[in-house]
Antibody, heavy 119, light 108 residues
Framework: QVQLVQSGAEVKQPGDSVTISCKASGYTFTTFALHWVRQVPGQSLEWMGW????????ELSEKFQGRVTITRDTSATTAYMELSSLKSEDTAVYFCARFREGWAAFDYWGQGSQVSVSS | VLTQPPSASGTPGQRVTISCSGR????????VNWYRQLPGTAPKLLIY???QRPSGVPDRISGSKSGTSASLAISGLQSEDEADYYC???????????FGGGTKVTVL
């Protein structure tokens, strides 16, 4: 069965960087894209960007360009999302989600990774 | 970017409908997906391509789209339907996926 398992909670200070991992299993990693979506406490979902599991091509939401880097390691079937220059407003739960192209939808989600930014 | 009512409610067995309003650059030119999120958990796909249900989603849940609006209907409301619901679509102008603000469904 398809599973996306994310890394654990992180506590960071303003200005730090954080890297979250998303380990995929149960499907051929290189044939699906993985997207990153975050949810600030009490708020809606916010799309951050995506990476092609096969060729590593990535695109980011304009809001996060310059601060987010998305990479993947095909041998580890894992995607990574690095967010730099952290601010308190980045305190959120970060999700990875598999994109099913034929459905144009996120069909499987990771469990979420809590990132807390505080001085 | 997509507008949803903040809340909706109904008694067990009733039908609840959630609206999702957008514009020509998103709903008007793209398919709409719906997700359900229980507290403290990840979103789960309920509807894709406006009205299609993934395997395992009961047929009492349905979706539709017309122009720049979409809606999700839950009939035969059950206590397990208490959750937050989000619509989503690709926005061609923003070149980004956009989500609705979410609707909290309460079963009275």
């Amino acid at each position: 069965q398809v599973q996306l398992v994310q890394s654990g909670a992180e506590v960071k200070q303003p200005g730090d960087s954080v890297t979250i991992s998303c380990k995929a299993s149960g499907y051929t990693f290189t044939t699906f894209a993985l997207h990153w979506v975050r949810q600030v406490p009490g708020q809606s979902l916010e799309w951050m960007g995506w990476i092609n599991g096969g060729n590593g091509y990535s695109e980011l939401s304009e809001k996060f360009q310059g601060r987010v880097t998305i990479t993947r390691d095909t041998s580890a079937t894992t995607a990574y999302m690095e967010l730099s220059s952290l601010k308190s407003e980045d305190t959120a739960v970060y999700f990875c989600a598999r994109f099913r192209e034929g459905w144009a939808a996120f069909d499987y989600w990771g469990q979420g990774s809590q990132v807390s930014v505080s001085s | 970017v997509l507008t949803q009512p903040p809340s909706a409610s109904g008694t067990p067995g009733q039908r609840v409908t959630i609206s999702c309003s957008g514009r020509s650059s998103n709903i008007g030119s793209s398919t709409v997906n719906w997700y359900r999120q229980l507290p403290g958990t990840a979103p789960k796909l309920l509807i894709y391509n406006n009205s299609q249900r993934p395997s395992g989603v009961p047929d009492r849940i349905s979706g539709s789209k017309s122009g720049t609006s979409a809606s999700l209907a839950i009939s035969g409301l059950q206590s397990e339907d208490e959750a937050d619901y989000y619509c989503a679509a690709w926005d061609a102008s923003l070149t980004a996926w956009v989500f609705g603000g979410g609707t909290k469904v309460t079963v009275l």
